[in-house]
């Protein structure tokens, strides 16, 4: 079986000081290894009847466009503030220092419908706990949340309570 992490690049102090950046681009730039990550993505949801897969911009649009093919699913944008066209909701979270906003459009999802929330990575949680908010506030029920990495020592599990994590690469410490 392929091995997901020797496509993962460390770039230190990305975007600031005191940041490990895990850069997906070279995961992307190989065939076999993206192919490998969109299945295992997918895997655990083969027969959840999965209608929806979000995305969270923008690394996340990558996985989960790919990810809503591969399920036969539509695929929903969940974007920073001011992005979307159409008419949208929003919600906002905590960060270290100040507040974040994701948005979706208020008629992408509709009640009853299922959905998969897909990210490319999963550290705090919050950017994804917000997200869940956001289709669970237009009645989407969530089958699933799936990251192709999770940085373990942040906890980020801790803000997505009772939900179905499902992630690929694990990474105990920094
Ligand atoms: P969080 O809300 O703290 O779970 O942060 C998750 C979001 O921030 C994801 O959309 C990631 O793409 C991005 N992110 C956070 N930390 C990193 C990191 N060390 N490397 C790459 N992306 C990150």
């Given amino acids: 079986m392929i091995d997901l992490a020797q496509y993962i690049r460390d770039v230190r102090d990305f975007p600031k000081k005191g940041i490990v950046f895990k850069d997906i681009t070279p995961l992307l730039g190989n065939p076999q290894a993206l192919a490998a990550a969109v299945e295992q993505l997918s895997e655990p949801f083969t027969s959840s009847g999965v209608e929806i897969v979000t995305g969270i911009e923008s690394r996340g649009f990558i996985f989960a466009s790919l990810v809503a093919q591969r399920l036969g699913?539509?695929?929903v944008p969940i974007r920073k503030p001011g992005k979307l066209p159409h008419k949208t909701i929003r919600e906002s979270y905590d960060l270290e220092y100040g507040k974040d906003t994701v948005e979706i459009h208020?008629?992408?999802?509709?009640?009853?419908?299922?959905?998969?929330?897909?990210?490319?990575?999963?550290a705090t949680g919050g950017t994804m706990s917000a997200a869940c908010k956001l289709v669970e506030s237009l009645?989407?029920?969530?089958v699933g949340v799936a990251f192709v990495i999770e940085l373990?020592?942040?906890?980020?599990?801790?803000?997505?309570?009772?939900?179905?994590?499902h992630t690929l690469l694990k990474v105990a410490s920094e």
């Fill in 139 to 142: 009645g989407g029920r969530i």
């Fill in 106 to 122: 208020a008629d992408a999802v509709r009640a009853g419908q299922k959905v998969l929330m897909v990210d490319d990575l999963l």
């Fill in 152 to 165: 373990c020592f942040l906890n980020g599990r801790v803000k997505l309570p009772g939900r179905n994590v």
């Fill in 73 to 75: 699913a539509g695929f």
